[in-house]
């Protein structure tokens, strides 16, 4: 267990709709990395948020945002879906600044399937 | 930006020695990390290790490391079908910017 938790694990939508994924981190740790693993294109860097504020921006969306609250919980919103969008949507935490590892430790995943 | 190339398979017969390669672009990597992801999960760390070291042993696993090709390679010993999984590899600058290989999937064949 990395102690990263991720909620909903699987979720099932439609195209065009809008979804929220959380992300809690483990305990203690400032930085919240969101990833996308598609088949086709492995493991996408989306955004980086450290204690609040983000960091450091990827390959992300326009029609995606995310956000890291005071009390360190992260939330992808994914809007208006489409088909394309269907994969596993990882969170990994850090302590943040300059670690002395820098180890991720990841979540198990959100599966987002849009139909 | 910053590149991490991986091949994308590899198959071996149980008990042979598993040889997984990357090669990366950024000269200022502080870490270098192998991550390991089984069917449906999320990924795990195996190891890592520190950019002013050339090697790295821990159990079955051994971590080459070569600064001046850019180069890092993690070597399975003894490899077992648990060890079926994707393997990435993942580099860093003092905990900033990770890059992520695409994974190399690793079969192993009874």
């Known amino acids: 267990d990395s102690g990263v938790t991720q909620t909903p694990k699987h979720l099932i939508t439609a195209t065009g709709q809008r979804v929220t994924l959380r992300c809690s981190p483990r305990s203690g740790d400032l930085s919240v990395y969101w990833y996308q693993q598609s088949l086709d294109q492995g493991l996408q860097f989306l955004i980086q948020?450290?204690?609040?504020?983000?960091?450091a921006k990827g390959n992300i969306l326009e029609r995606f945002s995310a956000q890291q609250f005071p009390d360190l919980h992260s939330e992808l919103n994914l809007s208006s879906l489409e088909l394309g969008d269907s994969a596993l949507y990882f969170c990994?935490?850090?302590?943040?600044?300059?670690?002395?590892?820098?180890?991720?430790?990841f979540g198990e995943g959100s599966r987002l399937t849009v139909l | 930006g910053e590149d991490v190339e991986q091949s994308l398979f590899l198959s071996v017969r149980e008990g042979d020695s598993s040889v997984i390669n990357c090669t990366y672009t950024d000269s200022s990597s502080t870490y270098l990390y192998w991550y390991k992801q089984e069917p449906g999960a999320g990924l795990q760390l195996l190891t890592y290790i520190f950019s002013n070291m050339d090697m790295k042993q821990d159990q079955r696993l051994t971590v080459l490391l070569n600064k001046k090709d850019k180069h890092l390679s993690l070597r399975i010993a003894d490899t077992q079908t648990g060890d079926s999984a994707i393997y990435f590899c993942?580099?860093?600058?003092?905990?900033?910017?990770?890059?992520f290989g695409p994974g190399t999937r690793l079969s192993v064949l009874p």
């Open positions: 993942a580099e860093t600058a003092y905990g900033q910017n990770f890059v």
């Open positions: 990994a935490s850090s302590p943040g600044g300059r670690s002395r590892s820098g180890e991720l430790f």
């Open positions: 948020y450290y204690n609040g504020e983000e960091r």
